[in-house]
């Protein structure tokens, strides 16, 4: 695996940081689906489980979290090909293509486990809470509607005075923004209610550290698969 070290980056852009121009990024995604391909041909369960793939999958959880380059469900979980049905969209908002494509896999694989993937000093979350401070015009209507998602969440922290420490702030709208789009799920599609109430959906929030790595599962989660204290 290629790290964005090792791909060529070119400094002093507007961002602050180097940025990888467009066509080498397009060149080291050639190059690592080349690798990919080449590591099918070696015998090993890679390859077994990629030649059992376009018959159909069969994923076991879905997780709808966050586009966050740093949060990789397959890689955060250790699981393989085929193995999660994966959703990601900034700030793990929930919106109705979202909820369609739970509702998707929920019938069309049987899955039964959702969780909404969050993580520590989400972007989003620091979009929300400068738009409400300083609200800006130059903001596109798309970006807008992913904030506006997130609003509420914040807007109920604030209101209950916890503004003063932004730090602590921002972990409590991760968490309240995890619990809005879990809540979402599970009251706001007649199909997801009825898979929950009929066929066992579980929906569950869960927040990634960016400093440890550990995915702690704190809402939904019912108390006998609460892990042994």
Known sequence: MTSAAAVGKRRGSRYGVDVTPALTALAAL???????VAEL?????????????????????????????????EIVFDQGLGDLFVIRVAGNIVA??????????????????????????CGAIHATLEQLARPSREQSPNLRSIVNRIRPAVEGLIERGA?????????????????MSADHLRHGSEALEQAIERDGLLVVGAEYS????????FDGVPPAAAPAK
């Open 30 to 36: 050639r190059e690592g689906n080349r690798r990919f």
């Open 163 to 179: 503004g003063g420490d932004r730090g602590a702030l921002v972990d409590q709208a991760v968490r309240a923004n995890i619990r």
């Open 96 to 121: 109705p293509s979202q909820v369609g494509s739970v509702e998707f896999a929920a019938a069309a694989f049987g899955t039964r486990l959702v969780v909404v993937l969050g993580h520590s000093d």
């Open 210 to 217: 960016l400093e440890s790595g550990v995915v702690d599962f």
């Open 41 to 73: 041909g070696e015998a090993g369960p890679v390859r077994t489980r990629r030649r059992e793939l376009p018959a159909g999958q069969e994923p076991f959880a879905i997780i709808l979290g966050c586009s966050d380059a740093r949060v990789p469900a």
